[in-house]
C-alpha cells in the first residue's frame, strides 16, 4: 500500500493506494494523524484507488474524522470504489461522514458546510 | 475450472492480503461469482483471520491459519481452521457510531460486517483444531461495475 500526500488549496489530500486492512490501516492512520499534527484539518481522503478496506480502515476513518472536527476541520471522503463504498454503507458512515464522486467536488466540499452528527461535531448548511 | 482452493499460511497480519488474493482468484476462475459477492467473502475472510491473529493465537507461539474455498453450484462454502484459543463469534449489535472510536470497535465492526454480508456461519472447535465456516449463497444483488 502507498499514500500520496499533496495541498490543495487549503485540503490535505491524502490518496491511499492497495489495500486498508489491519496489516496497513496504522498507515494511513499515522499520515493523517501527521497531517492534523502539522495543522492541516481540512482533510479529503481519496480511495479512488483503494481496492479494499475493513473494519480497521474504517475504525481510522472514525477517528480522523472526530478529531479533525474537534479542531475545527473535517474529513471528506472522495471517489470510493463500490467495494470500499458498500463497507460504509454497512457501517452506517454515510450518514456521519459527507462521500463525494471526485476529489474536487470533496475539496471544494470543504469550509462551505459541514455535518452535524452529535458526537462527531456540528453541522451547519449555508 | 477448480471447485476447491486453499492455502496456509502464517497467523499473523502479513498474511491477509494471501487471504484475500486466493478469493481473487477463485472468483476470477467463476464468472458467475459477481463482484460485490467476491468483495463480501474477502471482507468476512480478512476481519475473521484479523480476530484470529489479535485474539485466537494471544499469548501463545505464533500458529497458523488455514483457508478452505469449497465453490458450489448455488454457494460458496468458506472454512478458517486455526488451532489457537477457541473464540465464538457471537453476532454483535450494530456498532454505536456515536461512541469513542476505540480499540473494541475496530472488532466490533468486524464481527458485524460478517454477519452482514454471510448468510451463514458455522463455528466448532475440534481436536483438529477451531473451524469457522461460512456460507455465501450465489445469484444475489451485485454492484454493475466492480
Not at chain 1, 491511499?16 to 494523524?33: H, I, W, Y
Amino acid at each position: 500500500m502507498d499514500i500520496v500526500v499533496r495541498q490543495v488549496g487549503q485540503a490535505s489530500l491524502v490518496s491511499v493506494v492497495g489495500s486498508v486492512d489491519a496489516l496497513t490501516a496504522p498507515q494511513v492512520a499515522d499520515c493523517l494523524e501527521s497531517q492534523l499534527g502539522c495543522g492541516q484539518t481540512q482533510l479529503v481522503l481519496d480511495l479512488g484507488q483503494t481496492v479494499f478496506l475493513s473494519s480497521a480502515g474504517l475504525h481510522v476513518i472514525l477517528t480522523i474524522l472526530r478529531k479533525s472536527r474537534q479542531k475545527g476541520g473535517d474529513l471528506r471522503l472522495a471517489a470510493a470504489q463500490p467495494g470500499v463504498e458498500h463497507v460504509l454503507r454497512l457501517a452506517g458512515v454515510t450518514g456521519i461522514l459527507e462521500t463525494f464522486s471526485t476529489t474536487d467536488e470533496a475539496v471544494a466540499s470543504l469550509g462551505r458546510d459541514r455535518l452535524d452528527v452529535g458526537g462527531y461535531g456540528q453541522r451547519t448548511v449555508e | 475450472m477448480r471447485d476447491r482452493y486453499s492455502i496456509c499460511r502464517a497467523a499473523e497480519l502479513k498474511s491477509l492480503a494471501a487471504f484475500r488474493d486466493l478469493i481473487d482468484a477463485a472468483c476470477q476462475e467463476h464468472p458467475d461469482i459477481g463482484p460485490q459477492t467476491c468483495y463480501d467473502l474477502k471482507l468476512a475472510v480478512d476481519e475473521a483471520c484479523t480476530n484470529i491473529v489479535t485474539h485466537g493465537y494471544a499469548g501463545m507461539n505464533p500458529g497458523s491459519i488455514l483457508l478452505a474455498l469449497e465453490l458450489e453450484r448455488h454457494q460458496v462454502v468458506v472454512t478458517l481452521t486455526d488451532f489457537g484459543h477457541p473464540f465464538e463469534p457471537c453476532e454483535p449489535p450494530a456498532p454505536d457510531l456515536k461512541a469513542e472510536p476505540g480499540d473494541g470497535m475496530a472488532s466490533g465492526f468486524g464481527l458485524f460486517f460478517i454477519y452482514q454480508t454471510m448468510d451463514g456461519i458455522r463455528y466448532r472447535t475440534a481436536e483438529d483444531g477451531n473451524h469457522l465456516t461460512f456460507v455465501k449463497l450465489l445469484g444475489g444483488r451485485e454492484w454493475t461495475s466492480s
